[in-house]
């Protein structure tokens, strides 16, 4: 469980390029929760993503993962509790290393590394089989470094990192944004396994209302720093874009060209 209260977040304050990036936001995510988050530029997305993952600190109000705490906690312990996938491919693996070796560092997510931190050959095994499921042709490749991968592949990759031990909560920040349409659906796809599969309590933005609708159980939409539509269930399956749109602009009060096109 995620609970996110009346969280509030000023940037550059009292300067003239002071921003007000969010503004008292409430929001509280049960286990297995698979919510997508879509608004407009700027209206506060990744940055409730960034408070959460403990990117910067809040201003005000607290942050809490399945009872514990995490408002004032160091992002690299945040960690433990929390699986991040990027919008860019080159972040969240380490290039210079092999696929092996970034599986093996993400399966001692939230243990401290050792000598014997790299991968063994039950580990090795275990990596090619879920490499396997991928369908990329990457289990014959687990010697080769990830930074000669295409971007849907190491894409699929931190994928599979974020979610090699199961976090409490997984962040997903525009992750297909980057990738052709053919690629970016082969990663929601098995976005979409992987949460079902494992039960994942996530956090999916995306600027595609269409994906909005399409995936997950809940959708909130944010504008100016707040959550101003929030549906879920039997309510989000029923509705269209053009709905969405029209719940948009009777909580904001206004829309967007980039909300319009997307």
Do not use: C
């Amino acid at each position: 469980m995620l609970i996110v209260k009346d969280v509030k977040k000023t940037f550059f304050p009292g300067s003239v390029n002071e921003k007000k990036a969010l503004q008292g936001v409430d929001l509280t995510l049960e286990d297995g929760d698979f919510v997508t988050v879509i608004g407009s530029n700027g209206a506060g997305k990744s940055t409730l993503l960034n408070a959460i993952a403990g990117v910067f600190p809040v201003d005000q109000g607290s942050i809490e993962i399945d009872g514990v705490d995490i408002t004032n906690m160091p992002e690299h312990e945040r960690a433990r509790y929390i699986g991040r996938v990027f919008q860019d491919p080159m972040k969240g693996t380490a290039a210079n290393m092999m696929i092996e070796e970034n599986l093996a560092m993400a399966s001692r997510r939230g243990r401290r590394l050792g000598l014997s931190w790299s991968s063994k050959p039950e580990m090795d095994a275990r990596f090619r089989e879920m490499l396997r499921e991928l369908d990329l042709g990457l289990e014959d490749r687990m010697t080769a470094h990830v930074g000669l991968l295409s971007g849907g592949q190491r894409q699929a990759v931190t994928l599979l990192m974020a979610t090699l031990v199961r976090p409490h909560l997984l962040l997903l920040d525009e992750h297909t944004a980057a990738l052709d349409p053919k690629t970016a659906e082969k990663v929601l796809g098995l976005t979409v396994r992987l949460v079902e599969t494992h039960r994942l309590t996530t956090l999916m933005i995306t600027h595609n209302m269409r994906d909005a609708l399409r995936f997950g159980n809940r959708l909130i939409m944010m504008h100016a720093g707040r959550i101003v539509v929030d549906v879920r269930g039997e309510e989000k399956k029923s509705l269209t874009v053009p709905d969405l749109l029209a719940l948009f602009e009777k909580g904001a009060g206004e829309l967007s060209d980039q909300m319009v096109l997307s």
